[in-house]
């Protein structure tokens, strides 16, 4: 157990349902991220956010949509998915202190089918 | 941040010392050497870090290279649930908030 949660472990949905996942952290980090990570690819950065502000989008499609409502909550928002949106989303967080962060925890992430 | 390189994948015996190698030629003085694991379908493990002296922790040795253009990540006693893909970044505490991972070295420890 790294202290990061991730639900659902695992999702199926169509290219028209709405759908979220939701990242939780008990380490008192200040810093959440999401990466992707399809078959066979490294992981890849979705978003950072520090202090429940968004830092960074990494030329994500607006069909994802990430929320921070508090330090220790994260979500992805997921509608008009398309099948190659297929993979493991992963959740992370980290302590930030100005512009240092720290080496990130991730959760055991979300694997998301989309039909 | 600076490009790493490593070998796509190795074996190690049961038992043994894993050595995993991990190039960083172009690293800079600021940009410190992350090592992270991930054993299959489960979220990466950060194992250990280090800007330019060795370092140990409960789950490895880190020994880098005293120009810092390489480094080796050590498993002392390889057990069969060590078997991962080994990721090893080169990262700037100070400006990234990120961390970019290659397609990293799979390591198969064999009984």
């Known amino acids: 157990e790294t202290g990061v949660t991730q639900t659902p472990r695992h999702l199926v949905m169509g290219m028209t349902n709405k759908k979220s996942l939701k990242c939780e952290q008990h380490?008192?980090?200040?810093?959440m991220y999401w990466y992707k990570q399809s078959a066979k690819k490294p992981l890849e950065l979705m978003f950072v956010?520090?202090?429940?502000?968004?830092?960074e989008n990494n030329s994500v499609p607006s069909r994802f949509s990430p929320e921070c409502p508090n330090s220790s909550h994260l979500f992805l928002h997921l509608h008009t998915l398309q099948p190659e949106d297929s993979a493991l989303y992963l959740c992370?967080?980290?302590?930030?202190?100005?512009?240092?962060?720290?080496?990130?925890?991730f959760g055991p992430g979300t694997r998301l089918t989309v039909l | 941040d600076a490009k790493t390189t490593q070998p796509p994948s190795m074996d190690c015996a049961e038992g043994r010392a894993a050595n995993l190698p991990c190039n960083h030629s172009?690293?800079?003085?600021?940009?410190?050497v992350y090592w992270y694991r991930q054993i299959h379908s489960q979220g990466p493990q950060y194992i250990i870090h280090g800007l330019k002296n060795n370092e140990t922790n409960e789950m490895a040795s880190l020994i880098i290279t005293e120009d810092r253009k390489s480094s080796t990540l050590i498993l002392p006693h390889a057990t069969l649930r060590d078997t991962a893909v080994y990721y090893c970044?080169?990262?700037?505490?100070?400006?990234?908030?990120?961390?970019?991972f290659g397609p990293g070295t799979r390591l198969s420890v064999l009984p």
């Open positions: 172009t690293i800079s003085g600021n940009e410190y």
């Open positions: 970044i080169a990262r700037n505490v100070n400006y990234g908030q990120n961390f970019v």
């Open positions: 992370a967080s980290s302590q930030a202190s100005g512009r240092t962060h720290n080496e990130q925890f």
């Open positions: 956010y520090s202090l429940e502000e968004r830092v």
């Open positions: 380490l008192g980090h200040n810093a």
